[in-house]
């Protein structure tokens, strides 16, 4: 089946601009996460859903940053008033969940944000 | 909570050559362990992952890695580098939450960018 996509594949956007990127994970998985990858950061843990509701947020750098998935599937990521420090490849990554161990995450190819 | 430590930014080897990439984790509780590799211009991808059981785990394209909890080490190798394999290898950890199920959120080392020379 298909994996996971994520659009657009590149953002240029203005400073003080909104951005959304959206993620369609793997049907039937009911965990996803946002995850952003910057040159000075490296990889970061942004937010996790399971289904519609995210119980760690904890990542998310700011309250520009927000997510919400609706009907157990597509997740939109918004950034409001963009700062050049938000530029950065923005991960979106979905899995099964089990009662034991760990499922494996898959990730989609992500959305390379440039904030001028 | 956890981290993780990749020992070198950047590994350089020659074709055919054995391929070590180093990492150490830090965690209060048995870890779950990954190995990513990523590719320019592309997600991630998982090599191996430990999680219980045998220590010495295989994952694709030829790559191993050893759990060693004495040393809290979780490093990547390869017998026989080849020129495909050079990308960028993320080592991550996540654990379980207090419930025994694990939601699966990752923590990531800086990243090794593996260059391999003919």
């Known amino acids: 089946g298909a994996g996971v996509s994520q659009s657009p594949s590149n953002k240029v956007t203005e400073k003080g601009k909104d951005v959304e990127l959206r993620c369609d994970p793997i049907?039937?998985?009911?965990?996803l996460y946002w995850y952003r990858q910057s040159l000075g950061q490296g990889l970061e843990f942004l937010i996790y859903f399971q289904g519609n509701s995210a119980p760690d947020k904890s990542g998310l750098p700011s309250d520009r940053f927000s997510a919400e998935r609706t009907g157990g599937s597509v997740s939109t990521l918004t950034i409001q008033r963009t700062q050049q420090e938000d530029s950065a490849v923005y991960l979106c990554?979905?899995?099964?969940?089990?009662?034991?161990?760990?499922?494996?995450?898959?990730f989609g190819p992500g959305t390379r944000l440039t904030v001028l | 909570a956890q981290s993780v430590t990749q020992l070198g930014s950047h590994v350089s080897v020659s074709e055919g050559a054995l391929v070590l990439l180093r990492c150490n984790y830090s965690s209060s509780v048995p870890p779950y362990l990954f190995w990513y590799v990523q590719y320019p211009n592309q997600g991630l991808q998982l090599l191996l992952k430990y999680t219980t059981g045998a220590t010495l785990v295989k994952g694709i394209n030829g790559f191993e890695a050893e759990f060693k909890k004495s040393e809290t080490s979780f490093h990547l190798t390869k017998p026989s580098a080849h020129m495909s394999d050079a990308a960028e290898y993320f080592c991550?950890?996540?654990?379980?939450?207090?419930?025994?199920?694990?939601?699966?959120?990752?923590?990531f080392g800086q990243g090794t960018i593996l260059t391999v020379h003919p």
């Open positions: 049907s039937g998985h009911t965990a």
């Open positions: 990554a979905s899995s099964l969940v089990g009662l034991a161990g760990f499922n494996e995450q898959f």
């Open positions: 991550a950890v996540s654990v379980s939450n207090a419930g025994g199920t694990s939601y699966g959120k990752l923590t």
